[in-house]
């Protein structure tokens, strides 16, 4: 039969989904930075709405956010950047911590030269409170005063020297420190300024930069340290997300108007 004959053969009726924007399924939650940094307010991350057994939560947990620490201390400091992964989500805020540090790629640029040695080290470490990280550092020879020669290049057994000093001064640097005095350290990059000023001996550096940090291993999530790193008090939540102290903790009663 052809198909313009029978009306109710040409024309089928299919059964056409309903197209739904998908921002009305989602809300904004805040991003919290840790209280090493001076802006706390990161800015606002999108996640699809709680329905059923799968939590907004859950969608939240283990995301990583990075951050230049120019926007994070309201500074200059833009060739700096921080990784920041969500651990724990109450209310409408993302709690972060620290997951590693990087450099932009047109600094790592404009620090390469001619004429002059780059020298490399990285250390696999543990700090204190038991995160595995690995510390990346670069330096560069420089031209000492009243120099004739145009090239400043270290022998391999300066370089080999410079580098063991690196690895020597990062371990000492880490392995007493937490991951808060860690970070502390890493703002201002005195590190890199500790192994500038140690190894002149060997030959003289400068443009020396704690280049890279990675967290290998964390320890067990323990929610009162995420708190205590963002000033806050840690313990279980209500309904609202919003933190109820837990009870082990004193609660003071509310006054009564009559007795």
Not at 19 to 41: C, I, N, Q, S
């Amino acid at each position: 039969m052809a198909v313009g004959k029978n009306k109710r053969l040409s024309k089928r009726k299919g059964n056409k989904k309903k197209l739904v924007d998908p921002f009305t399924k989602k809300e904004w939650y805040d991003v919290k930075a840790p209280g090493m940094f001076t802006v706390r307010d990161v800015g606002k991350t999108l996640v699809t709405r709680t329905t059923g057994t799968k939590l907004a939560s859950d969608g939240l947990k283990g995301r990583v956010y990075e951050c230049a620490l120019a926007d994070l201390n309201d500074d200059e400091n833009a060739f700096r950047k921080f990784k920041l992964i969500c651990e724990e989500v109450q209310g409408k805020y993302c709690y972060t911590n620290f997951h590693g540090m990087n450099m932009t790629r047109d600094k790592l640029c404009s620090l390469v030269r001619k004429w002059q040695t780059l020298i490399e080290a990285n250390v696999d470490v543990k700090t204190t409170d038991g995160y595995l990280l690995r510390v990346f550092c670069m330096g560069f020879t420089k031209r000492v005063t009243k120099q004739v020669k145009k090239t400043a290049y270290a022998q391999s057994s300066q370089i080999r020297a410079i580098r063991k000093k690196m690895v020597d001064i990062m371990t000492k640097e880490v392995a007493t420190e937490d991951l808060k005095a860690l970070v502390n350290k890493l703002i201002p990059d005195s590190i890199g300024k500790d192994i500038e000023k140690e190894c002149t001996d060997i030959y003289p550096l400068h443009d020396v930069y704690i280049r890279k940090v990675k967290v290998l291993k964390k320890p067990k999530f323990d929610l009162g340290k995420l708190m205590d790193l963002h000033g806050e008090m840690g313990g279980a939540t209500d309904e609202n997300g919003e933190i109820v102290p837990t009870t082990g903790e004193f609660v003071e009663p509310e006054i009564q108007d009559t007795v």
